[in-house]
């Protein structure tokens, strides 16, 4: 049981690029969120899905897109990525009805120059 | 607005000593509060969480948080140090209105001292 396993763990991008985070879930969860990580910030929440077909802004979604394609997977998009883009990014799934973020991806950094 | 705030980036404890890490809430109704551990280069594992029942909370590895509303307070605590539990440990708090509305503190970067 892998859990959410959250595609690549590294990454360097130069201004203006683009590219896609992959997560995945194999626990059968409805709702996935993604979350950045930043240095004396906590985590800060950019979109979430509540359920598969759906989803919706966080607290800090300028700058991103998101595609729920199926159940398990919830991707984030940079289409034109900027230096403040540079974070952590964590993937999380819950499942239907709780109260918060069950399980977490290891997570994904990225540079941007 | 629902808030939390995270006493001390920096806590260090000898093996074998109480830890106790601090995390006071605000919020307008009565809140669900969670304390999740963030081991390096690993994503954040839940602990234990505070759902309006018990207001003395055990979760893993030991720990355990007490819910104080005159003080506005959730600590977690555990009761002797393993060098195991060094980490960074996160508080956040939630009004209830579903998982997409959870605050996360700033977090606190415990150090064992062996």
């Known amino acids: 049981n892998a859990g959410v396993t959250q595609t690549p763990k590294f990454q360097v991008l130069k201004t203006g690029q683009s590219m896609t985070l992959q997560c995945a879930q194999d626990?059968?969860?409805?709702?996935m969120y993604w979350y950045r990580q930043d240095p004396g910030m906590g985590l800060r929440l950019i979109y979430y899905s509540a359920s598969e077909g759906t989803t919706d802004k966080g607290e800090v979604p300028n700058g991103y897109n998101v595609s729920r394609l199926n159940k398990r997977e919830f991707s984030l998009r940079l289409e034109s990525a900027a230096p403040s883009q540079t974070s952590v990014y964590f993937c999380?799934?819950?499942?239907?009805?709780?109260?918060?973020?069950?399980?977490f991806g290891d997570g994904t950094r990225l540079s941007i120059l | 607005a629902q808030s939390v705030t995270q006493l001390g980036s920096h806590v260090s404890v000898s093996e074998g000593a109480l830890v106790l890490l601090r995390c006071n809430y605000s919020?307008?109704?009565?809140?669900?509060l969670f304390w999740y551990v963030q081991y390096p280069n690993q994503g954040l594992q839940l602990l234990l969480k505070?759902?309006?029942?018990?207001?003395l909370v055990k979760g893993i590895n030991g720990f355990e948080a007490e819910f104080k509303k005159s003080e506005t307070s959730f600590h977690l605590t555990k009761p002797s140090a393993h060098m195991s539990d060094a980490a960074e440990y996160f508080c956040a708090v939630s009004d209830g209105g579903g998982y997409q509305k959870v605050t996360f503190g700033t977090g606190t970067k415990l150090q064992v001292i062996p």
């Open positions: 626990m059968n969860h409805n709702s």
């Open positions: 505070y759902t309006s029942a018990a207001t």
């Open positions: 999380a799934s819950s499942e239907a009805g709780g109260h918060q973020p069950q399980h």
């Open positions: 919020s307008s109704v009565p809140p669900y």
